[in-house]
């Protein structure tokens, strides 16, 4: 078996833990945000609703921010107010409603597990971290532990980006905090951590400190209710004295948890040396042509041919302009001569590359993808057959645009 880490890296005093639980619930009574689902999860005598709510709202708030959630989640639970509700929607109309959230596989999943729970496991919701995890496609361990702990009272702890870098700070942990080495031991911590008789509220206490107070820039550590447990700050405040051993990184020089020794505390950081990710791997370069095509429709407003993406892959199953992924470095030429060629497969007619009037270039940066499109437009005059055995295909005005299931990419462009 593995060695433990060193005590540094642990709470091991059970009288420190009940502390460090008693002044964060009590910092978190004080000073937690009125947040819609909060208030559900708080005063929802069903289970299952309580579970359903908290579920939306953890799966809406994976890479968003809470301010952007809030209308998509009131909008959301006003429409499919149950599970059994949303078991019965289209995937066009979840797609409509989840427009401009980003990573639209979310809210197909969603859509997907609600039915998976109303047809086979009788409508109602796993009531364990395990269950939930085991049983719903897209719930993850930390989903699961925030449903778990919050709707249905489990004493199961939670790790998202929060919470690990209050504990990589409370603990001065500064291996890299995205190894399974590290993830491990910050699950166990949290485990070790949550409070028994509030587990909700204990984890929900923990993330809130991340997002409001122990903020990866500039946290406010003057007015942490924790910050006597931090040994990140108290590192900060004594420093470290100089020319002695470095007992501060556990004097061995080998810890699974502390800083590589090529990158050892810098004291102009304070607590922001913790936590520490290896470089991300910069996003994949993307260009793509698209087409704004367009005619005058049958009461004279402009109408824009859009069209539906594939099933599966990114932004499956959303609508857009015509559009062509382009190989790199082609020339401009070229470019609008393949998407001349792409277009007149959708209109079963010859395409003058020459029609084509370049408008712009937009940029969209997905999470690992920065996509450039390069926007044409084309005015079409009488009537276009488009082909039925392509994709979908319809002709919107711009209302309808915005109002239909297309992503943040297409509405820039
Ligand atoms: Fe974070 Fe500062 Fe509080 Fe430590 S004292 S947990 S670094 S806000």
């Given at each position: 078996?593995?060695a ?47 579970g359903?709510a ?22 959301w ?38 039915r ?7 409508g109602?919701m796993?009531?364990?971290?395990e ?11 930390y989903t ?50 949550v ?14 400190l991340g ?13 942490c209710?924790?910050k006597?447990?931090c040994?990140?700050?108290?590192r900060?405040l ?6 002695v051993p ?14 590589p ?26 260009r793509?042509?698209?087409?704004v ?22 932004l ?6 015509p559009?062509l ?20 497969a ?12 370049f ?5 969209h ?8 499109y ?6 079409l005059d ?10 979908p ?5 711009e ?8 992503s ?6």
């Amino acid at each position: 078996a593995p060695a433990p880490p060193p005590a540094r890296h642990l709470f091991s005093d059970p009288a420190e833990v009940e502390a460090l639980r008693r002044n964060l619930l009590a910092w978190y009574d004080r000073c937690k945000r009125d947040l819609p689902w909060r208030a559900l999860a708080a005063t929802e005598p069903d289970a299952d609703r309580r579970g359903y709510a908290v579920w939306v709202s953890e799966i809406m708030l994976q890479q968003t921010q809470v301010a952007t959630v809030i209308d998509y989640y009131n909008r959301w639970m006003q429409k499919w107010p149950t599970l059994q509700a949303l078991a019965q929607a289209s995937l066009e109309e979840v797609n409509e409603l989840w427009a401009g959230l980003g990573y639209y596989s979310r809210g197909k999943r969603l859509q997907e597990a609600a039915r998976k729970v109303v047809s086979e496991l009788a409508g109602q919701m796993p009531r364990t971290a395990e269950d939930l995890q085991e049983l719903l496609p897209g719930v993850g361990r930390y989903t699961a532990g925030a449903i778990a702990s919050i709707s249905y009272g489990q004493a199961t702890g939670v790790v998202d980006g929060n919470v690990i870098r209050v504990l990589c700070r409370l603990r001065c942990i500064g291996a890299d905090s995205s190894s399974p080495a590290v993830i491990d031991r910050l699950w166990d911590m949290a485990n070790v951590l949550v409070d028994s008789s509030r587990p909700g509220d204990f984890n929900q206490a923990l993330m809130e400190l991340g997002a409001t107070v122990c903020v990866p820039k500039a946290p406010l550590c003057g007015e942490c209710p924790v910050k006597q447990h931090c040994q990140a700050w108290r590192r900060k405040l004594f420093g470290k004295p100089p020319s002695v051993p470095d007992v501060e990184d556990c004097g061995v020089g080998d810890c699974p948890l502390c800083p590589p020794a090529t990158e050892p505390w810098d004291s102009s950081l304070g607590v922001t040396n913790f936590p520490r990710k290896a470089a991300k791997k910069p996003p994949r370069a993307m260009r793509t042509a698209t087409c704004v095509l367009e005619r005058r429709g049958c009461h004279g407003a402009p109408e824009y041919l859009i069209v539906q993406r594939p099933r599966s892959g990114l932004l499956a199953g959303l609508w857009e302009f015509p559009s062509l992924p382009l190989a790199q470095n082609l020339q401009e030429e070229k470019e609008r001569e393949e998407l001349a060629d792409h277009l007149q497969a959708w209109m079963g007619r010859p395409v003058a590359a020459k029609s084509l009037k370049f408008v712009t270039e937009v940029i969209h940066i997905f999470s690992h993808i920065h996509q450039t499109y390069v926007v044409y437009s084309m005015h079409l005059d009488g009537d276009v057959t488009l082909d039925p055995a392509l994709s979908p295909s319809r002709w919107v005005t711009e209302d309808e645009f915005h109002a239909s299931a297309v992503s943040t990419a297409m509405k820039k462009v």
